[in-house]
């Protein structure tokens, strides 16, 4: 089955840059979209088609693509970004197939 | 403002059928903009994409699910109510999960449209399958 890789942790001191990769063979044809996680609470939408930030969402945050990774930048990192981040993206193999990323638990 | 809330029994047994309804107010199941769709994670695990729906006034409501998945899901669409449901049948320990239902948007090419993000996500509710 199709999988997205991340790291699985990323640890970045306040006012720093924090990166977090995902990486899929089929990143290359197909969008990614970011999604932010903190314990109890539902994920939210952080970057739309690899690059697009939604209304609302912190300028800090960044998408960027390169071949079958695609990168999220969380620049000046807060104390409030401590979080797990997931990438999503579909299934170029299956028909209206989507999957997640492993997840990656940012901590600050 | 749209609003998603996930409904159903927070326990279910081994071999049962796990039943969950998604309440959308604030907008409406039947635009067809959207997909509608369930997630679910696991106690301390990541993401899972399980099922969406996509209602058409042509063929009432189009599911896709997870390959993985897709011999015991059922997701189906009720406008009359601004519902869509979750049905996952034999349901295994393994099933257990805080399970989300959340709106897809839709992006169309020249040729096909295909499911993007998830903008709005209800709360999620546990489901625990234990005897």
């Known amino acids: 089955s199709y999988e997205l890789t991340q790291p699985p942790s990323v640890s970045v001191s306040p006012g720093q840059t924090a990166r977090i990769t995902c990486s899929g063979d089929a990143l290359s044809k197909q969008f990614a979209y970011w999604y932010q996680q903190k314990p109890g609470q539902a994920p939210v939408l952080l970057i739309s088609?690899?690059?697009e930030r939604p209304s609302g969402i912190p300028e800090r945050f960044s998408g960027s693509s390169s071949g079958t990774t695609v990168t999220l930048t969380i620049s000046g990192v807060q104390a409030e970004d401590e979080a797990d981040y997931y990438c999503?993206?579909?299934?170029?193999?299956?028909?209206?197939?989507?999957?997640f990323g492993t997840g990656t638990t940012v901590t600050v | 403002q749209l609003q998603l809330q996930e409904s159903g029994p927070g326990l279910v047994k081994p071999s049962e059928t796990l039943s969950l309804t998604c309440t959308v107010s604030g907008g409406s199941v039947s635009s067809s903009s959207f997909y509608w769709g369930w997630i679910r994670q696991p106690p301390g695990k990541g993401l899972e994409w399980i099922g969406s729906?996509?209602?058409?006034?042509?063929?009432?409501?189009?599911?896709y699910s997870n390959p993985s998945l897709k011999s015991r899901v059922t997701v189906s669409v009720d406008t009359s109510k601004d519902q869509f449901s979750l049905k996952l049948s034999s349901v295994t320990a393994a099933d257990t999960a805080v399970y989300f239902c959340?709106?897809?948007?839709?992006?169309?090419?020249?040729?096909?449209?295909?499911?993007?993000?998830?903008?709005?996500w209800g709360q999620g509710t546990l489901v625990t399958v234990s005897s």
């Open positions: 959340a709106r897809q948007r839709v992006y169309c090419s020249s040729t096909s449209c295909y499911g993007g993000d998830f903008d709005f």
């Open positions: 999503q993206s579909a299934d170029s193999s299956a028909t209206h197939s989507y999957v």
């Open positions: 088609k690899d690059t």
């Open positions: 729906i996509y209602y058409s006034v042509f063929y009432s409501g189009s599911p």
